[in-house]
């Protein structure tokens, strides 16, 4: 099964190192969105299995998001992303309901694994 995944984050840079990263791999970027308000919309148009979330996003954070999503779609996997000055943040990602974190800079081999870990979950929730 492909992975549908979202890319959530405000810095172009970012989303572009994301995109190379999951090209070629069984993960099938579906959208990308580049603040908060931006991810709800996308999220419910393209009802992926994973969403990376940046935190810190202009018109809404990454937790804000995260808790609106998780909100309507309870099954969806969130991955929180921030940088080491932004670890404070980490917790109230999981609180709001993402699953996992990576920090930021990120190497390929955490992102793919986190993502790939995310996914597998699902189905293992799903009792397939
Ligand atoms: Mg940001």
Redesign the pocket.
């Given at each position: 099964m492909g992975i549908r995944l979202v890319i959530v984050?405000?810095?172009p840079f970012i989303r572009e190192v994301l995109r190379h990263i999951f090209a070629k791999t069984e993960i099938e970027v579906v959208g990308e969105a580049v603040d908060g308000e931006d991810a709800i919309e996308i999220v419910n148009r393209e009802n992926p299995h994973v969403v990376l979330m940046?935190i810190?996003?202009p018109r809404k954070s990454g937790i804000e998001a995260a808790a609106a999503i998780i909100k309507d779609f309870p099954a969806m996997k969130i991955i929180a992303c921030s940088t080491v000055d932004q670890n404070s943040m980490v917790m109230r990602a999981l609180e709001a309901g993402c699953c996992n974190y990576v920090t930021k800079p990120f190497t390929a081999e955490v992102v793919l694994k986190a993502v790939r870990n995310a996914a597998a979950s699902i189905s293992k929730e799903a009792g397939i």
């Open positions: 984050d405000d810095a940046d810190v996003m």
